[in-house]
């Protein structure tokens, strides 16, 4: 070993470090570089960062300073830590550093090529990567390969709670020669992750410093940008179904939400807005009769009228798209043009649009500009795991579209799949096509958390899956519960399925689903400005227990969740009624209580048994000493917010502050004019003075701002409230 050191120490002394634009390049393969908030180890290729659309648009770059010590250590240190080679060891070895500390003991690359070894001191978990059906039960992984496809989704990324991020980049090869995935894996090797690259070429691999989940989550999105604020509209309930009938079942459904004080926000359609059928069985010439851009005369007979009369209803209104075309015309039009994707297998054979190519994008949008001036609000794009950027190259189409149509407004799409970087446009997903089952049900959480520390931002599901037959009444309550505290609610139903909608089950499910609909909306505000935080401070809305709370039990749960950083999300996910919620230790005089009451659990866990079973209408919903809460009044629509003053309410037991962000909720102001177009009101909660101050900064000042706040503290001694006051700029309310 002596030997090895000594023989490594007289190479690294010879080897070459050159000062790169924004690094240093160490020999004739490897570059050592800054990155936003991390380093770029690049392989392989030049000094500049490999091209993908993963990669952020703001190519700022923090201060850093190049070392180069005659020793053979050479490197880059910056505020968040150092990457430098390791003059120590055998062989070629680099190491990460923050705070005197090795976060990674070793990156290496032991084969000579592209795949490199990551090693830590002790033993690690692995979080973040995605996945599928059969990783959601769980948290942490031990390796993944990177892809697409209908409920699945992994990307080339970890966290370690070993102290650091690891983000990987490939060359960018071919679309359609790699289909549903990107040609990269990693699996655990001992206490470490070793790192696949199954093409040649060349490979960027980022390290990111990241002590905690929040910070692996901040880094990552520095480095992939993070994901847009949606519009308002769009943290509210979603009317969807395969099966729309007529114009007349279209009016007497959305009546039938709004005449019923059943909350809704948009309706979403199926094959059947655009469609007389389906193209499931068409080969590759498509057929002569069959419309890719049109309406559905069946369903939309009269276009223009129908959706305003749906906005004047105030719904959105929202239709499929799919990634192909099934007109003979079109399509041998977009042969010749060369804008055809090969797929040479499967219901979609060489029928799917190549959206790399900018002008296949202008020409999709020259198709589909009409919807926007007809009034068509957003898109739900379904089949697209034709590669693995096909969803972020189709949503860029859609981006470019909406931008000549109206600049101004902001971009929402749901999709069946997402990779690093398209949360940024505005893109959210979905957890594709699940089983109406008690098992299913209980995956989705794990999508929300593993997906959301993967980068995509926003994830709702089918709420009561999207399965043939009848879902079990139960369990269609129990999903409402789950998704409830998920970025949206949004039902789905298959075409022969009994659609979703509540109104259409026993009265007292209808009235279980209703109530958590209520109180989905009676978060809205508090839920907004969470996305703006994500927005702003790259930190994710949904968050699992093991981000704040350490313990085996935590590592792996899935079963309830934190939604920001102070309530605690345990739907009942079991049929019955039988669940168990698990309640962390907390320091000093902090306590949980039941949401919205002042009642403080005393145990360090609550159970749902046979014997004592949870309510239909019960929902888990537990909160932290130290919150600070802005709870709107009970709405039926985003749309009337504020709807009279806004109850901040506290829960007493520790200091805590809150910061509430206002905007119009439909413009992109907020990403360029922030101090113009956002209002961000800080409330400070002073446990010992029982005070709640405020100072609010920015200039915003539409109708639809808050005018009049009032206090409502829990304690264990019970529910205390101020009368409503006017927000000024700065204020204070004691209790």
């Known amino acids: 070993m002596l030997a090895a050191t000594v023989a490594w120490s007289l190479a690294a002394a010879a080897l070459p470090c050159v000062p790169t634009p924004s690094g240093i390049r160490v020999g004739d393969r490897y570059e050592v570089a800054v990155a936003r908030s991390g380093f770029r180890l690049g392989v392989g290729h030049g000094n500049a960062p490999l091209a993908s659309p993963m990669l952020s648009q703001n190519a700022t770059l923090p201060p850093f300073t190049r070392l180069t010590g005659g020793n053979g250590t050479c490197g880059v240190t910056a505020a968040f830590g150092t990457l430098s080679v390791d003059p120590s060891a055998p062989g070629l070895q680099f190491v990460l550093t923050r705070d005197g500390k090795a976060a990674v003991t070793s990156v290496a690359f032991p084969d000579g090529d592209l795949n490199a070894v990551f090693t830590v001191d002790g033993a690690a978990k692995y979080y973040g990567t995605g996945g599928g059906d059969g990783e959601m039960a769980t948290l942490t992984t031990e390796g993944r390969a990177t892809a697409v496809g209908n409920r ?42 070793k790192w696949t690259v199954t093409q040649r070429g060349s490979v960027d691999y980022y390290v990111l410093p990241a002590a905690t989940f929040d910070e692996g989550s901040q880094a990552y999105w520095d480095v992939t940008d993070p994901p847009a604020v949606l519009p308002k509209y769009a943290f509210g309930y979603f009317a969807a179904r395969w099966g729309w009938e007529s114009p007349e079942y279209i009016t007497s459904t959305l009546k039938s939400f709004k005449e019923g004080g059943y909350p809704i926000d948009a309706m979403i359609m199926d094959f059947e807005w655009f469609a007389v059928g389906n193209d499931y069985l068409f080969t590759p010439l498509g057929s002569p009769t069959y419309n890719d851009f049109s309406y559905n005369a069946k369903t939309l007979p009269r276009p223009l009228d129908q959706l305003r009369e749906i906005h004047g209803m105030g719904i959105e209104f929202g239709g499929i798209r799919k990634p192909r075309l099934g007109n003979s015309g079109l399509l041998l039009n977009a042969n010749l043009n060369g804008w055809i994707l090969p797929t040479p297998v499967g219901p979609y054979w060489n029928r799917c649009m190549n959206f790399t190519k900018p002008d296949l994008r202008r020409w999709y949008n ?109 369990l269609l309550v129990r999903w409402y519960q789950t998704a409830a505290f998920m970025s949206f609610m949004k039902v789905h139903s298959t075409l022969t399925a009994k659609p979703h909608f509540p109104f259409l089950w026993s009265k007292p499910a209808a009235e279980a689903m209703k109530a958590v609909t209520l109180l989905r909306y009676r978060l809205t505000m508090f839920l907004y400005s969470l996305a703006h935080k994500q927005y702003a401070r790259r930190i994710p809305m949904f968050r699992a227990m093991a981000a704040d709370f350490t313990g085996d039990q935590y590592d792996d749960m899935t079963s309830q969740w934190l939604v920001g950083s102070h309530v605690m999300a345990a739907p009942i996910m079991q049929e019955g009624g039988l669940g168990t919620v698990v309640f962390p230790a907390l320091a000093g005089t902090e306590r949980w209580y039941e949401f919205n009451s002042s009642a403080v659990i005393s145990t360090p866990t609550v159970s749902y048994t046979k014997a004592n079973p949870a309510a239909l209408t019960t929902i888990p919903v537990y909160v932290r000493s130290g919150a600070v809460l802005p709870i709107n009044a009970e709405v039926t629509s985003t749309k009337a917010l504020p709807a009279g003053p806004l109850e901040i309410q506290v829960y007493t037991g520790a200091d805590g502050a809150f910061t509430l962000y206002e905007d119009d909720g439909r413009s992109n102001g907020y990403q360029y004019n922030a101090l113009s177009s956002v209002r961000a009101t800080t409330f400070t909660w002073n446990d010992a003075a029982r005070t709640l101050s405020w100072r609010r900064e920015g200039a915003y000042a539409g109708a639809d701002v808050v005018q009049h706040v009032f206090l409502a503290a829990f304690s264990p001694h019970g529910r205390n409230a101020t009368a409503p006051v006017a927000l000024t700029e700065t204020g204070v309310l004691k209790l």
């Open 152 to 193: 699945l989704t992994s990307v080339p990324y970890y966290h370690c709670n070993a102290g650091y991020s690891a983000f990987v980049v490939v060359e960018e090869w071919p679309a359609g020669d790699s289909p549903y995935a990107y040609p990269v894996s990693w699996g655990k090797q001992g206490a470490g992750a």
């Open 366 to 474: 020259e198709q589909m500009n009409h919807y926007l001036a007809d009034g068509v609000d957003f898109w739900w794009n379904d089949e697209g795991e034709l590669s693995y950027f096909m969803f972020h190259y189709w949503n860029l189409a859609q981006v470019e579209g909406l931008a000549n149509h109206d600049a101004g407004r902001r971009f929402f799409s749901i999709n069946r799949a997402f990779s690093p970087g398209t949360p940024r446009y505005g893109a959210t997903v979905w957890t594709g096509d699940q089983a109406s089952t008690w098992e299913a049900l209980r995956l989705q959480p794990g999508y929300l958390l593993t997906w959301q520390l993967g980068g995509a931002g926003y994830v709702t599901c089918d709420i009561g899956g999207f399965s043939d037959g009848t879902v079990e009444e139960e």
